[in-house]
């Protein structure tokens, strides 16, 4: 055995119960949006917006980024399979057979948070630019946890590698190291979380609207882009392109995040929601004559 690589067989499912299961995936999916709302609640504290909206915002993102995951998955990557037949259409709503594209469920979330401040912005004083800069803080720890999942379903893993932390995928039936860039991922995240995080800590009076959300689409999709250079192709149209799917479907998105930065510079709208203070009601003049 050679030690200086990882021999992965851990079994995807935590236990079985007949034919029901709990598997890695699921238990890291649904742990990244509940961290999530404890994280935008902090939020909501401190910017004085109402706690009621925990619950809506989360089923609502919740609710995106399964629909957009699966759809992205079955029209980005599986158009032939999931549209050329009923039996491919069918499968569509059934995401619990695999297949969930974070691209889709990046587009999705857009439009959730889009319909989210349209619906209840107005009242609490924010709009799409400010629900998303909070919002893409917990995402990127969120995203840290389902690439872990990938990493117990042992998938989307790449290319051989002579270097010491290859991981033998031995549920794959590989017999050579290949790139754990589950991994490579989940830190990616995991770090772009923290800094986010110390950024909304320490800089928020010094932060504009859109920064946020131009910073986490910048690295999130930018590595995405350099570590698909060392994926092994997820779909069998992917063996002969130059970029792969992933790749050029990042793209879009890290225009977009530097679109954002230059937004934010150019309107220098505060990231926090400001609050006027009441003003200080002046004395009467019969009050102001009894302090004679």
């Known amino acids: 055995m050679d030690l200086l690589v990882v021999h992965w067989n851990v079994d995807p499912a935590i236990f079985h119960i007949g034919g029901f299961e709990v598997r890695w995936y699921s238990l890291l999916f649904v742990s990244g949006f509940i961290l999530g709302w404890f994280i935008v609640r902090g939020f909501f504290r401190r910017e004085k917006v109402s706690e009621s909206l925990l619950d809506p915002l989360l089923y ?53 948070m889009i319909w989210f401040a349209n619906k209840y912005g107005k009242k609490e004083g924010f709009d799409f630019m400010w629900i998303a800069d909070h919002i893409v803080i917990p995402i990127a720890f969120a995203a840290c946890f389902i690439r872990l999942g990938n990493l117990f379903n042992s998938e989307i893993y790449g290319d051989v590698t002579n270097l010491p932390w290859g991981f033998v995928f031995e549920r794959r039936g590989e017999t050579l190291p290949k790139h754990p860039t589950q991994l490579y991922e989940a830190g990616t995240y995991l770090l772009l979380g923290i800094v986010l995080m110390l950024l909304y800590k320490y800089r928020l009076d010094k932060m504009y609207r859109g920064q946020f959300l131009g910073i986490f689409m910048i690295i999130c999709f930018g590595s995405r882009i350099l570590i698909e ?64």
């Open 60 to 112: 609502t993102l919740l609710i995106g980024t399964i629909v957009g995951a699966r759809l992205g998955h079955c029209l980005f990557y599986q158009p032939d399979y999931f549209l050329g037949s009923w039996k491919g259409f069918f499968e569509i709503f059934m995401p619990w057979k695999g297949g969930l594209a974070s691209h889709g469920g990046t587009i999705a979330l857009i439009l959730a």
């Open 229 to 292: 250079f060392i994926k092994e192709p997820q779909v069998g149209f992917e063996e002969n392109m130059l970029f792969n799917m992933g790749q050029l479907l990042s793209v879009p998105f890290v225009l977009f995040g530097i679109g954002c930065l230059i937004w934010a510079s150019r309107k220098k709208i505060p990231a926090a929601i400001v609050r006027e203070t009441p003003k200080k009601a002046e004395p009467t003049h019969y009050a102001k004559s009894l302090s004679k």
